[in-house]
């Protein structure tokens, strides 16, 4: 028999807590694909014609393809008592084991069958167990291989006892039909794992495996349930006018998949739900809006993407039991934004995106809690009113304050005199009881391409959204009755052009920022804003905007030169920042329009002076105060702050959530989520925390904080669920 032992595949980046005892790392093989600079150098890895992209290791199907791992060392002393795991994403059906371990006996494969169930074989496929045996049928049925995310393997080997978990749950314990001896019979501590015959044993993609002696056990396994049909009583109603008579009982899944820190405990629930939830966590535009209503229960409007029916789901305080009510919103339009008041009516705007020049369709709907419309009101997008020629993918936010609506929303607007449709943010309120608008407040940023927006203390609302120009920066407003004060906070580096000719005109060279290899020239017309947005929290003396930039090595944002003109990839990593401003920032000294004024900053950080030539090539000057960098990231390629997201928590501290990953923001297997809290000053009062694998974060979604617990919100999209993430605050 040939020589196999232990399996080929990947392991989380975050190493779960585990119940028991802590095993020991022995060996540890990460395969990212940078994996040869890794290495144990006690350890060999050989790998022949195999595929290395952003995911790791890949396996195509082809017969030429082989892997070997071969430690060439003992790593394992206690054959009675270890542990292995992996994480792997199989790309198609396998027809060779996925995993094997053991030694000459080969004692346990697992295969993935065509149907996407699993298959364990014994003793090298002398007893053969498939999803007819023993252990829980119906949930191994459940558990596709097919374009699902990275799948995590633990394999426990406890004194004569195999037990396997799949995606932290229990899925097999065998406790006979091997002979534990074929380890030592043959030495047993070497750990390979090769093709088979020279065909291919795996057909997908890996990331890490790690070998421990000791027992691992996932916390929480005995608990744990993915099936999250649990006492589903479901009346389903696919009538085309989507009348509000779709509801639906539905208890949680718990997942344990829990994260201790030390402001409190992060848990991982599950809702299934009629419709399907978009689980595309990098679009620009809002997919949850979370919502509280008069009881200080969690509400939910959201829209599948597909049939576009609106959905309001709504939660018991425990977070148990949730109902799930079709809207009764025509399904031709789409999800732009929604709301609540004291009342518990809602409040959604939708929009029709018109082709062949014609103008798009705007609307706002008032709900009663049970869905039902009580009024419905065509907004007036027309040139001189709303001026929305389209919307397609911008963001919108709206907020309710004392019978006011709030909306801010991105929008393409009417051609101007140029014959060009341009782009900007504009901000409005609305009469909750007669849904007219009270008052259009105006552009608020040109090329403005996010936005958020919040009911305020001292004033009716306050937002901050984010411009490429008019003005080039973070832009702070606050809006009461019919006046709008604004400021812009922060503001960035700009993107020069690379020839002389700048559309038909000749400009001079630009030398400060020119280099031997690359030229740049004073003018430009840079979309680009190397700043992501995360929101705003309003404290008793100001407002705390946090938020993603780029800073270079000295922490200075407006440097033209640190931008890579051939391909729009960032130079340096984009790292999470933060500014503090005073509440009356209105009634400082006029300032140059990208120019920070001193006064109205209230911390203490990089203080920077810049500019840069516009399109027509005059200097436009530009300054920042008081910015503050939470982190210090310097890998470009791999270390991106992005989908941040903030709470202000009950003794005024802030937390944030944010992700970090590589620059393909939409590849979730390069992403990992972390929390930090900050005080009120800024300062850093519980450092950067990882969150536990299975925690994602929408780049957009808001997060909201109800009955001491802070909520954010994601979709299992294959299993038509809703997520919440919890943090239980002590």
């Known amino acids: ?3 196999t032992i232990l399996f080929i595949f990947f392991c989380i980046f975050f190493i779960q807590k585990i119940s028991a005892q802590n095993p020991k790392l022995v060996a540890h093989y990460p395969l990212q694909k940078d994996f040869r600079d890794k290495l144990n150098p006690n350890h060999v890895l050989t790998f022949e014609g195999v595929i290395l992209n952003q995911e790791g290791a890949s396996f195509a199907n082809d017969a030429k393809k082989q892997v070997k791992i071969d430690t060439r060392k003992d790593i394992i002393s206690d054959l009675n008592n270890f542990s292995v795991k992996v994480r792997f994403k199989p790309l198609l059906q ?29 003793n090298n496929g002398d007893i053969k167990l498939e999803t007819q045996a023993d252990y829980k049928t119906t949930e191994l049925q459940e558990l596709s291989f097919v374009n699902r995310p990275f799948q995590e393997i633990v394999f426990v080997h406890t004194q004569g006892k195999a037990i396997l978990y799949l995606d932290n749950k229990k899925i097999f314990e065998q406790n006979s039909g091997y002979d534990k001896n074929c380890f030592e019979q043959y ?18 993609a890996m990331t890490d495996l790690m070998i421990f002696e000791g027992i691992w056990t996932p ?28 509801n639906n009982n539905n208890n949680t899944s718990n997942n344990n998949n829990s994260t201790k820190t030390q402001i409190g405990d992060w848990q991982i629930l599950k809702f299934p739900v009629n419709n399907t939830p978009n689980a595309h966590i990098s679009l620009d535009y809002r997919l949850f809006f979370p919502l509280k209503d008069n009881a200080n229960n969690l509400n939910i409007i959201w829209q599948d993407p597909k049939n576009l029916k609106i959905t309001l789901s709504t939660f018991d305080k425990n977070l148990k039991n949730a109902q799930h009510i079709n809207l009764n919103i025509p399904t031709n339009q789409k999800l732009l934004c929604a709301t609540v008041d004291e009342k518990n009516n809602y409040y959604c705007v939708t929009y029709i995106d018109l082709k062949d020049e014609k103008t798009a369709q705007m609307f706002m709907h008032k709900l009663n809690s049970q869905g039902k419309t009580i009024l419905q009101k065509k907004l007036p997008t027309e040139q001189k009113q709303l001026n929305v020629w389209g919307i397609g993918f911008f963001a919108g936010d709206l907020k309710y304050k004392n019978g006011v609506i709030g909306m801010t ?21 609305f009469d909750a009881n007669t849904l007219e608008i009270i008052r259009n407040l ?36 606050k809006l009461k009755g019919e006046q709008r004060n604004s400021r812009v906070i922060y503001t960035f580096k700009t993107q020069h052009g690379t020839t002389a000719d700048g559309y038909g005109r000749n400009f001079p060279k630009y030398d400060e920022i020119s280099t031997p290899s690359q030229s740049y020239y004073k003018w430009s017309n840079d979309n680009g804003t190397y700043t992501e947005l995360g929101g705003l929290a309003e404290l008793n003396d100001g407002y705390m905007i946090v938020f993603a930039g780029e800073p270079d090595a000295s922490g200075k944002s407006i440097n033209n030169a640190r931008i890579n003109p051939k391909v729009y990839k960032n130079v340096d990593s984009r ?10 920032f ?14 109205i900053v209230l911390t203490k950080g990089i203080t920077e002076k810049g500019g840069f030539y516009d399109f027509g090539g005059g200097w436009n000057p530009q300054k920042n105060e008081g910015v503050t960098w939470l982190t210090a990231f310097k890998d470009a390629t791999n270390q991106n702050v992005k989908n941040i997201k903030i709470q202000r928590l009950p003794n005024n501290n802030i937390l944030i959530l944010y992700v970090v990953s590589n620059n393909d923001s939409w590849n979730v297997a390069q992403q990992s989520c972390f929390m930090m809290c900050i005080d009120p000053t800024g300062k850093v009062v519980m450092p950067q925390t990882p969150l536990h694998k299975d925690f994602t974060l929408n780049r957009r979604d808001e997060i909201i904080m109800l009955n001491n617990q802070v909520i954010s919100i994601e979709a299992d999209e294959e299993n038509k669920n809703i997520v919440l993430n919890v943090l239980n605050l002590k």
């Open 1 to 3: 028999m040939k020589q």
């Open 94 to 122: 396998a027809t060779r084991p996925i995993i094997s371990i053991g030694r000459a006996c080969r004692f346990f494969s697992i295969y993935l069958l065509e149907n996407g169930k699993i298959a364990l074989w014994v």
């Open 187 to 204: 030495g047993g501590t070497n750990v390979s794992s090769y093709n088979y015959s020279n065909a291919q044993s795996f057909t997908g």
């Open 219 to 246: 916390k929480g396994t005995a608990n744990n349930n993915n099936n999250t049909n649990n006492n589903n009583n479901i009346n389903n109603n696919n009538n085309t006018n989507n009348n509000n008579n779709a």
């Open 409 to 429: 929303m991105g929008r393409t607007m009417f051609k101007s005199a140029d014959g060009l449709n341009h782009q900007g943010g504009i901000a409005v309120t």
């Open 442 to 477: 105006g552009q608020t940023s040109g090329h403005s391409f996010d936005n958020y927006l919040q009911a305020g203390e001292d004033t009716d609302f306050v937002m901050i959204d984010l411009g490429d120009n008019y003005p080039r920066g973070i832009h702070l407003h």
């Open 575 to 584: 790292n999470l920042g933060i500014i503090k401003i005073k509440k009356d």
């Open 586 to 599: 209105e009634t400082a000294k006029s300032e140059k329009w990208n120019e920070v004024p001193k006064e």
